[in-house]
């Protein structure tokens, strides 16, 4: 059974129950979250599936559940994924009009359950005007014809959020709400000007799937038509979403063979490509966005070797560092040797050592406190290729991640007497003042004994 059918027979069970019938003849608010708790979960389900599922179809699902059958239930989480889904510009504003925004709170407007339904969407309502223009919020309210719904929603607008620093403060807290929700959808564009417009949404998209760990089955199709249009090897929009595709979407034979050979056409036709993309892994990198063996492995094979330019140079090393392990003087001295190619503070050294952080930073943030020497033991690595990068940037990172660690052994092992802390105090005390971590006055005050006050 597809989901208009199953949506349909959970409109039959609302439309026939007794808790419409309760809230029908009393019409409280209490009645009304009855019929919300017995019947909302339902049309969560649905809706998780889809979204879950075939993603490229939630707008046309949330449509449905505009249907007057379904007494407005789960439209003020619609309303929500509505308002942001949209796209917003430097001046935390809508870069285009939301049309679906509209439609849906729109339907809520003519709900006959408006009374009750409007309490759980006034911040939501706020937010989706504070990202529009004037005009926009004047053109709305113009279709609302009952005079309490229009007074409601113009009280919605609120001066405050001309600021565009409360209206960014205000657009993250609201966000942080919907974290764990999987409601994004897109467009997959089909000319040049399509693509310009769409890319931001498909690029967001495609990076929710794959936090979410969704499937991305439904729209392997989609992706097939986009990877083979020749239109678009030249546009930057593509080339980062080509980026995204091969490092992290499992695609089928045929569909690999598509995505390999628009690869390395780009790669011919684009002077700029490899630079191109090595801002993508750049700027992936700094926002947290792992990568790793499988996504490396996966890029490399892809790309033609016969072509030796500093893309597989550089993929040629991450795949002697994931074999050897960075900590391997094979993978020390290949990463030596790239490093003295280039420019200290060109993009591919840079990427270099964004690429070794990740390395470093997943076998810190894995080790428990009882594994203490083999931090001890890493930290001697860290060191070299602190040496061989000699990058101010990248010794901070590290030291970063190394205090981390080292608070956390403090907060563990707190008996100032136990073999434990003395390791880590000695340790702290010969290794971080040479790594120029810390000062030695820093160092004494870290382990100084603090008197406790008289009374305590």
Not at 105 to 126: C, E, M, Y
Not at 193 to 206: A, D, I, P, R
Request: hydrophobic share 40%.
């Amino acid at each position: 059974m597809d989901y208009k059918e199953r949506l349909q027979a959970v409109a039959e069970v609302i439309q026939s129950s007794d808790e419409l019938a309760a809230y029908l003849e009393e019409e409280t608010p209490e009645l009304y979250k009855t019929l919300q708790e017995a019947y909302e979960p339902l049309v969560a389900e649905i809706y998780q599936e889809v979204a879950d599922d075939h993603p490229l179809q939630i707008l046309e699902l949330e449509k449905v559940l505009l249907n007057p059958f379904f007494e407005g239930l789960f439209l003020p989480r619609i309303l929500g994924y509505s308002v942001l889904r949209g796209e917003i510009n430097e001046e935390i504003k809508y870069s285009r009009p939301q049309e679906h925004f509209k439609e849906v709170l729109v339907a809520i407007a003519n709900s006959t359950n408006f009374d009750v339904i409007k309490q759980r969407i006034g911040q939501t309502v706020q937010l989706g005007f504070s990202l529009s223009s004037d005009i926009w919020i004047a053109s709305l309210l113009d279709r609302i014809e009952n005079k309490k719904v229009k007074a409601f929603l113009q009280s919605m607008k609120l001066d405050r959020f001309r600021d565009t620093q409360e209206r960014h403060n205000f657009y993250l807290r609201y966000k942080k709400q919907f974290a764990h929700y999987n409601f994004l959808t897109c467009v997959f564009p089909q000319s040049v000007g399509e693509l310009k417009v769409e890319f931001e949404s498909l690029k967001n998209f495609l990076w929710s799937r794959l936090n979410f760990k969704s499937k991305h089955e439904n729209y392997i199709k989609e992706i097939h038509e986009l990877v083979s249009k020749k239109e678009f090897y030249k546009e930057s929009e593509f080339l980062e979403l080509l980026a995204i595709v091969a490092n992290f979407i499992n695609l089928g034979d045929k569909e690999n063979q598509y995505l390999a050979s628009a690869i390395n056409e780009v790669r011919t036709i684009n002077p700029q490509f490899a630079n191109q993309y090595f801002a993508f892994l750049k700027k992936s990198y700094k926002e947290g966005t792992k990568f790793g063996l499988k996504a490396d492995s996966k890029f490399y094979e892809l790309l033609d070797k016969s072509k030796n330019d500093d893309l597989v140079k550089f993929y040629k090393l991450l795949e002697t560092i994931h074999t050897k392990g960075f900590v391997h003087e094979d993978a020390i001295d290949a990463v030596n040797a790239f490093y003295a190619q280039y420019e200290g503070m060109s993009i591919n050294n840079e990427c270099l050592r964004l690429a070794i952080l990740q390395q470093f930073g997943n076998v810190v943030e894995n080790l428990t406190e009882p594994e203490y020497l083999s931090f001890f033991e890493i930290s001697k690595t860290f060191a070299t290729y602190m040496n061989i990068f000699d990058n101010s940037a990248f010794n901070q990172d590290v030291e970063g991640m190394s205090m981390k660690y080292i608070q956390k052994l403090l907060a563990f092992y707190q008996d100032k007497r136990s073999r434990e802390y003395q390791d880590v105090k000695r340790f702290v005390s010969t290794s971080f003042t040479e790594y120029e971590f810390m000062t030695e006055k820093e160092v004494v005050d870290l382990f100084k004994i603090k008197r406790k006050k008289k009374g305590e």
